[in-house]
């Protein structure tokens, strides 16, 4: 008999937001490395601003209120107690379509996108465009995370939430949309579960190395090549630790607010659109939900977990194998890397959609979010109707 989800309100306790405050009062800041703001890391003046305005105006029970005002449940699966929102679509036929997130981020980067997606009449948009939106916390992330639980790599966390759309909520057939190890998620989904898919849509694409080894390249291979190279050299420290001593790392991440912190918001400057003053992609309000989130639940040591897999397995989509559902991409400008379309051939082999975006980086549900609900929209029409 399939897990039935009850449905789930978050109310952090009064003890932890005063915790918090508590200890961001007593945050002991590093100087500040010579040279350029932000040229080592996260900046000092920055950061203490930001600290400043958590401890002191930053309102938790209103972004806890916007995520309560989605339909949100819990359900037994995979040994974890999976946390999911599930908002239905208003339209004559709407689709199923499951949204995953990633690293750094959680469930609160979508939150302007998900009623783009499943109310589009509202925004302007065609009411037979409409999706009943499934979007969980990945398993090890915010409110699928308790102490102690099993640890999930992308292979595990695919086949949760294959179970939670099939099993769990009856549906034969579904849409997928994801970035970062959403992406990645939606791409095994591809290849491990196609009879339960009737396509994805990635921000991210997820290509094995080998893959991308070019013989002779062209103009666009070759700027790819080089940019990816300029990435692995200065933009991977993150991986590295995190795929080799996540529990290190956990540690320091999960005493220090302010750690935690400028460990997130560092990504979400280096990777966002925002030509480097964060606060023209983000508001402060926003960054701070997002990071709170992570605080409060515990589970920033557990959301390392697919690094550390992904460096001691085989690749999400096996040597040799690739991903045959039917494949959309948005390439959005400021995104970590952008392999050209002769490269992600190589991995999806049935791509339909390819729109390169004039705005958005890395976290394009937050940054874009009616650029991304329309090329969804775009996307999964004639397959909705196929």
């Keep these: 008999m399939a897990a039935r989800p009850e449905p789930f309100t978050l109310r ?50 209103a972004e806890e209120a916007r995520l309560n005002a989605f339909p949100q449940f819990k359900v037994p699966l995979c040994g974890i107690d999976l946390h999911f929102l599930h908002v239905p679509g208003k339209g004559p036929a709407p689709c199923p379509l499951l949204l995953l997130h990633g690293w750094p981020g959680s469930v609160f980067e979508f939150l302007e996108l998900i009623p783009r997606l499943a109310d589009p009449a ?26 102690g639980q099993p640890r999930f790599g992308i292979e595990e966390i695919a086949d949760c939430v294959a179970e939670l759309m099939h099993s769990a909520l ?14 990645i998620t939606a791409s095994r989904l591809g290849y491990a579960h196609p009879e339960k898919l009737i396509g994805i849509h990635l921000n991210l694409l997820a290509i094995r190395r080998d893959q991308q080894d070019l013989a002779n390249p062209n103009a666009e291979e070759q700027a790819y090549l080089d940019e990816r190279a300029m990435w692995l050299r200065d933009e991977t420290g993150y991986q590295w630790i995190q795929g080799t001593k996540p529990q290190t790392l956990a540690f320091a991440l999960s005493d220090s607010p302010a750690g935690l912190a ?17 606060e023209a ?97 775009e996307f999964f029409r004639p397959l909705r109707r196929s």
């Design 170 to 183: 009856g549906y034969t057939s579904f849409a997928v949309q994801g970035g970062d190890w959403g992406a």
């Design 12 to 61: 952090v306790p009064d003890e932890a937001v005063a915790d918090l405050r508590d200890r961001l009062a007593r945050t002991r800041f590093p100087d500040q490395a010579p040279g350029d703001p932000w040229a080592y890391g996260t900046d000092l003046g920055y950061l203490r601003q930001l600290v400043e305005y958590w401890r002191g105006i930053f309102d938790w029970r």
């Design 281 to 377: 992609a983000f508001t402060r309000d926003r960054l701070l939900a997002n990071i709170s989130f992570y605080w409060f639940t515990g589970a920033i040591g557990s959301s390392f977990w697919p690094y550390y897999t992904v460096r001691h397995r085989s690749w999400p989509v096996p040597n040799g194998r690739t991903v045959d559902v039917p494949t959309g991409y948005a390439q959005f400008p400021a995104e970590i890397l952008r392999p050209p379309r002769s490269v992600a051939q190589r991995t999806y082999t049935d791509i339909r959609r390819w729109t390169v975006m004039p705005r958005g980086g890395h976290f394009a549900a937050l940054e874009q979010p009616d650029a991304l609900a329309n090329e969804v929209r």
């Design 122 to 147: 509202k925004f302007g948009g065609d009411p037979a465009d409409a999706f009943t939106v499934v979007a969980p916390s990945l398993p090890g992330y915010g409110l699928s995370f308790k102490s």
């Design 262 to 278: 400028a460990w997130i918001v560092e990504k979400f400057r280096t990777w966002s659109d925002c030509g480097g003053n964060i």
